[in-house]
């Protein structure tokens, strides 16, 4: 299995709503990762998880909370979003490799977000 | 961090050789060198990673001189399908970080 699942594959939440992004696999990677991509934009870093602890947030705003329940799982959790929030949100998995993860990532196919 | 630069945009014709060259002066001692391919509205795609030299797969070719300070992916006898952004990464392998950057990515449009 090289999968990595994200659901739900399109969302969309106002301003004052609470929701969830979810990513699964189940390959045995112990780095997992977030990026958002915007329209014709390369995917830009948000979070890194490696051995379910977080080890880089790239100065994220609060409004988004990952969480790392077990080394199959991550989760990034939305609340009082902005419309330019709007972008396709993208899991990753990966090896590790003297602690920190290898250049081969495995992607999800993303969670569209829109917030209106 | 190692900053990449790559051409924004590249045409090519079926059954061609196409080879986009990335840019990396600043490349540490311990990064590695990764390339992704993306379809619209799709995840990234790993296609090849390399440290040195050259490394070759089923689907291309990866060219490192020894100065490490570019890289090139070459990918044989290209198809429509190969219409995507392709994109350059360095870092990973116990660098400093495993912090890794995608840079601005090469559009290649295949025409039949």
């Known amino acids: 299995d090289t999968e990595v699942t994200q659901t739900p594959k399109h969302l969309v939440m106002g301003m004052t709503n609470k929701k969830s992004l979810k990513c699964e696999q189940h390959?045995?990677?112990?780095?997992m990762y977030w990026y958002k991509q915007k329209a014709k934009k390369p995917p830009e870093l948000m979070f890194v998880?490696?051995?379910?602890?977080?080890?880089i947030n790239e100065s994220v705003p609060s409004r988004f909370s990952p969480e790392c329940p077990n080394s199959s799982l991550l989760n990034l959790h939305l609340h009082a979003l902005q419309p330019e929030d709007s972008a396709l949100y993208l899991c990753?998995?990966?090896?590790?490799?003297?602690?920190f993860g290898t250049g081969e990532l495995f992607f999800g196919e993303g969670s569209r977000l829109t917030v209106l | 961090l190692a900053k990449t630069t790559q051409p924004i945009s590249m045409d090519s014709y079926e059954g061609q050789e196409v080879n986009i060259t990335c840019s990396h002066n600043?490349?540490?001692?311990?990064?590695?060198i990764t390339w992704y391919q993306q379809f619209p509205s799709q995840g990234p795609r790993f296609i090849i990673q390399?440290?040195?030299t050259k490394v070759t797969n089923e689907v291309a070719s990866l060219f490192i001189p020894a100065d490490r300070k570019s890289s090139t992916l070459s990918l044989p006898r290209v198809s429509l399908s190969d219409t995507a952004v392709y994109y350059c990464?360095?870092?990973?392998?116990?660098?400093?970080?495993?912090?890794?950057?995608f840079g601005t990515g090469t559009l290649l449009a295949v025409q039949p």
């Open positions: 990753a998995s990966s090896q590790v490799d003297m602690g």
């Open positions: 998880y490696s051995y379910e602890k977080l080890s």
């Open positions: 990464l360095v870092g990973g392998y116990g660098g400093a970080t495993n912090k890794l950057i």
């Open positions: 390399g440290y040195k």
């Open positions: 600043n490349i540490a001692t311990n990064d590695y």
């Open positions: 390959m045995g990677h112990r780095a």
